[in-house]
């Protein structure tokens, strides 16, 4: 070999350590950022338990049973006829918050401020619809000075600038935003994991997941430390962990809750439409916390929010429906628990004097890959990666990532080839590719006119078909997966 040929590989070898050593220190940084994070996070939660003693200690004979066991609906009347004090309430929630996230690891973070605003609420005469109730909410949700993680790295210790529009109408409403939850890196995931705060469990079965994204809010209010929760939702994030935990959620129609000022995983993306919604141990719950929202504040504070406040007039009839139900739309499959349940409540609503219609929603399978993961998708995964530019990968996306990873040509290869034995993995290959702008709008028309003006719209619409006036379904045709990758 040469001087020169030698001198050259020198120079490689030399690069490809620099590379290698630079690669080592960053990621050596960045796990001494996650390691302060923890660290943080566990500062946090002993000024919760602090706070909580100092309160347990102060007032010996709060019993806490006949607190935590009230529905949501009995301990908002309670609290505004004053028969229960905001601050029993508030110290006893955090309480069992605190046991409930050393069960389940769900909480990622105190909302210390919480304390200054229970005060303030407890001065106030005017007492709203939440008035002293807690709220916990998802992490994701920016609540001002601190971080919306996503539960990567390169988002902490970025505190929000001020509350979102949603916090700050819970906070008109009288309700007590105390603690933050967790979620899966990057929101994407049906898994409720990240290097950061770890992985929360199932209150119901500590070796099963709780679901995602929000995972820590399904834990949390499953194990019965918060009794009202706020999440978010693409492609099944409140109604998963709903499902898996045991509780009862709502994914709101896009654009009906505010958004401003909670982080979505993939900005600007328009197919797959984010909804927000609560979540509580019950359907009435729902129908409180929806009331409180839907109010001239979110309005005036949001005014891509269509003023519509919640329909009492629609809501208290007793004019009796025609539901549209289905037990299987033929392509996610439900187990024999999910469809007994389905029967059971078409029986009982047939009971209330209800007319039920059997329906059948259409093209599951395209509406799944072709619209929704080629939505989410349509830039080629570019979005998504950056969220892992310089991150350390959590175990439990890195399928995903994988899958994102793989260039476009390649990807499109690999959908053909594994097409006749794994059909369903080969229409998420072909669906994460690239698309041009003329197929995007394509995508975008097809949503709009045929999906929802031409399919959804008349089955609502009673000049044209039945009147299906809401749909019964079993609520997730998941089952429940064990916890890690
Ligand atoms: C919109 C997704 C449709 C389901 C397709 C399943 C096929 C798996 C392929 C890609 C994975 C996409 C992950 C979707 C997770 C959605 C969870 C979610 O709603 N996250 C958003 C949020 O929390 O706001």
Known sequence: MGAGASTISALLCGAAAAALLLRWRGRRGLRRELAEAGRRRQRALGRMEKAAARFREQNPDVDADPILSLSLVELSEKLRDGSLSPDW??????????????????????????????????????????????????????????????????????????????????????????????????????????????????PLDHTKTPGGSSGGEGALISGGGSILGIGTDVGGSLRVPAAFCGICTLKA???????????????????????????????????????????????????????????????????????????????????????????????????????????????????????????????????????????????????????????????????????PIVPRLANVLRNMNERSVKELWKLHCEIEVKHHLEQLVPLFNPPLSGLIQCSLTSAERLPVTWVGP
């Open 89 to 202: 309430v508030f110290y006893t929630y955090m309480d069992k918050a605190l046991q409930v996230t050393k069960e389940v690891n769900c909480v990622t973070d105190y909302l210390q401020e919480s304390e200054s605003q229970l005060q303030q609420v407890k001065r106030q005469e005017k007492k709203d619809l939440l008035y002293g109730v807690p709220v916990s909410i998802k992490d994701s949700i920016n609540y001002k000075g601190h971080d919306s993680t996503l539960g990567l790295a390169k988002r902490l210790n970025q505190p929000a600038a001020e509350d979102c529009v949603l916090v700050q109408v819970l906070k008109r409403q009288g309700a007590l935003p105390f603690v933050k939850t967790n979620v899966p890196q990057s929101l994407l995931n049906y898994d409720c994991s990240n290097l950061i705060f770890g992985q929360t469990v199932n």
């Open 253 to 419: 129609t896009g654009g009906r809750l505010s958004k401003k000022g909670v982080v979505p995983s993939i900005p600007g993306q328009k197919s797959a439409v984010v909804g927000i919604g609560p979540m509580a141990r019950d359907v009435d719950s729902l129908v409180l916390c929806m009331r409180a929202l839907l109010c001239d504040d979110m309005f005036r504070l949001d005014p891509t929010v269509p003023p519509l406040p919640f329909n009492e007039e629609v809501f208290s009839s007793s004019r009796s429906l025609r539901i549209g139900y289905y037990d299987t739309d033929s392509f996610t499959m439900p187990g024999p628990s999910m469809r007994r349940a389905v029967l059971e409540t078409k029986q009982l609503l047939e009971n209330a004097g209800h007319t039920l219609v059997p329906f059948k929603p259409c093209c599951i399978e395209h509406l799944m890959f072709d619209i929704s993961v080629r939505g989410l998708f349509a830039d080629g995964c570019a979005t998504f990666l950056d969220l892992f530019k310089g991150e350390l990968e959590d175990p439990n996306i890195k399928q995903l990532l994988l899958l994102s990873k793989v260039p476009g040509w390649l990807r499109s290869l690999l959908s053909w080839i594994v097409k």
